[in-house]
């Protein structure tokens, strides 16, 4: 299996011989989690998908466990403003969560319930279409990946992300970083990030943070699959997703 | 030829020097940003990721193309009047386009890692494509002005080899704004900006202020040089400026139309949001009711002839028209792509005194680019009393 390490130093090198462009995206592109880290245990899949039972979210440590285990491990910035916070799982309400399909005379307590927000992956991401240099793309197993150390912070994709799912950092990062993890990278000033399905655990045959986390609240699985159970879960229940009018197809489904 | 802008009055020099302090302070400011985060600098959010500088790039991408007024009539229509200033209008696209290239470049977080864009091209993305119709526009446009000065200072007819790529450019210019506009316009959940109409849009509200522009220029140029751009092309340029500001007058009223006929929510909070303020959120309601009024007064003055030929009004029509555009183009109508957000709440933007310095670093450079081109035009045309096309020149 390729390293982190080892990837920045063949991609150092290879861009020393100009070969840098294509280097970087045959390797993050096609081949995690299929050729190279196929070796190991990880988790194979065609189409990584998310499913949130919000009716399992109950109290506010619920939340909490979830969103904490995801922006520890990833080193995400605490910051207060909401105007230049950086967040790659977060909360809302109904009505602000599924805007334009919202149902005004719903039960009360589904408008009150708060619901797990994150990166969609969307299937037809308009993220990746505007990146002007790659930065932000798809890999075949669906995950919509972001190259912090190769965007140029030109915020294209947050413009064309119509689920504000991403979060460009107008600080610089590393000073609000409450609890630094040394297995992950932190960012720099003027980068986009975002949740990336925690891709570095799913190469490793883990599952992401947030899913272990939730214990048993949100299901995560290969939705080309038609045994895996995440299939079985969106058969059984009456599922939503947000703004699918836009024909991005997001990959996160929502059990009301 | 480039001696030329080596001489000049002290008032040439005084400018000159308020040019490069202001490039300076650009600079600075520039510099502060990547320092100290662009929170802190710019009025730019989580939700409004764009906002001032964007919007500058639209609207000089948009004077710039408009140069392709003075020159395609005349080398299309042989219309004769616009042939002295055909050059001041190439020399205008190129300060634009570098202004518009650098306020692209303004907005990044990593302008280090600008390189990126061409080392891993992606034609899938439009800023990739904006880059190259922009390089390519203002090579033509450079090229095409220096080459025909260089023919002109010699007295002699431009050469040959030159006339197909004036066409080139004359093909150019529109591309280049039809690209800004898809920028915008094929952004799924930004109802404001994906409209088929948008290019369009974009393109008559450039030819309202790009002629506005060069008759502002125009006049300066007749104030503080013994060449004359002549009253005909001034009065032309007019002209045109009232029939492209009456179509964009129109299609701002078929965005209302459709926007409000639908009563799809989504169209009409842009609009709300910018005319009347929405949920209480009015910061632009004033930006924009300034802006409508100085279109309806430079509509009103260049609709009514005697006030468009008379050249007090018509300077202050054409003042009129061009702010009137840059307040709507350049920044309101960037910000209110983003209201409401993804999430159906409103976050404004305004322009933090840091991003306005920047901007006005960009400014200065594109700026100083064409007071040293138009001063070698200049002085090149100064020295032909009786110009080539028969007409004789303002002497005193
Ligand atoms: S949710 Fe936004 S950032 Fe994530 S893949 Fe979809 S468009 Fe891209
Ligand atoms: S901000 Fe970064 S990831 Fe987003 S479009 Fe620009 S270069 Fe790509």
Known sequence: MITRRDFLKIAAFSSLLGLGGAFTINALEKEPGQKVLKDINALKGKRWAMVIDTRKFKTELDFEKVIKACHKAHNVPEIANPLHEVKWIWTDDYKHSFTHTAEEYISDEIKHRKFLLLCNHCENPPCVRVCPVKATFKRPDGITMQDMHRCIGCKFCMAGCPYGARSYNFLPPRDYIKEFNPEYPTRTLGVVEKCTFCNQRIDKGQLPYCVEASEGKIIFGDLYDPNSEIRKVLSENIVIRRKVELGTQPMVFYII | ?396
């Not at chain 2, 090149?380 to 303002?394: I, P, R, T």
Request: hydrophobic share 55%; aromatic share 16%.
């Open chain 2, 1 to 396: 030829m480039l001696d030329l802008a080596l001489k000049g009055k002290p008032r040439y020099w005084i400018w000159i020097s308020f040019l490069i302090t202001m490039i300076l302070i650009g600079f600075i400011c520039w510099l502060r940003e990547h320092h100290i985060g662009a929170a802190f600098t710019t009025g730019l959010s989580r939700d409004v990721s764009w906002g001032f500088h964007v919007g500058q790039l639209t609207f000089f991408v948009g004077v710039a193309a408009s140069a392709v007024l003075v020159v395609l009539p005349y080398y299309f229509h042989n219309y004769k009047a616009f042939g002295r200033i055909t050059v001041i209008g190439e020399f205008l696209a190129v300060g634009c386009v570098l202004i518009a290239m650098l306020s692209v470049f303004v907005i990044m977080g990593q302008p280090s890692r600008v390189w990126n864009v061409i080392l891993h091209p992606t034609p899938h993305s439009i800023i990739f494509w904006d880059m190259f119709v922009l390089m390519t526009y203002l090579f033509l446009n450079l090229l095409c002005g220096w080459t025909i000065l260089h023919a002109e200072k010699k007295d002699a007819p431009p050469p040959k080899w030159i006339k197909p790529f004036i066409y080139w450019a004359i093909l150019w210019a529109p591309s280049i704004h039809t690209v800004t506009a898809f920028l915008y316009a094929g952004l799924p959940g930004k109802p404001h900006w994906m409209t088929a109409l948008q290019a369009a849009h974009f393109l008559a509200t450039a030819f309202a202020a790009g002629p506005s522009l060069l008759i502002i220029i125009s006049m300066i140029i007749r104030k503080v040089s013994k060449f004359d751009p002549g009253q005909q092309a001034i009065n032309k340029l007019a002209e045109i400026a009232t029939y492209a500001l009456i179509i964009h007058l129109f299609f701002i009223g078929l965005e209302f139309f459709t926007a409000f006929y639908s009563q799809i929510p989504d169209h009409m909070k842009s609009l709300i949001y910018l005319y009347w303020g929405l949920e209480g959120h009015d910061r632009l309601v004033p930006w924009m009711a300034i802006s409508t009024l100085l279109a309806f007064t430079g509509l009103l003055i260049f609709m009514f002839p005697p006030l468009r030929k008379w050249n007090v009004t018509k300077l202050i029509g054409a003042i009129c028209i061009f702010f009137s555009i840059w307040m709507d183009k350049g920044f309101a109508f960037v910000v209110s792509g983003f209201i409401p957000n993804s999430f159906d709440r409103v976050t404004e933007a305004w322009i933090a005194l840091n991003e306005f310095l920047v901007a006005a670093g960009v400014w200065s450079v594109g700026a100083l680019v064409i007071t040293v081109l138009y001063k070698i035009a200049i002085t090149v045309k100064e020295k032909a009393v009786f110009d080539k096309y028969g007409q004789k020149q303002v002497v005193d």
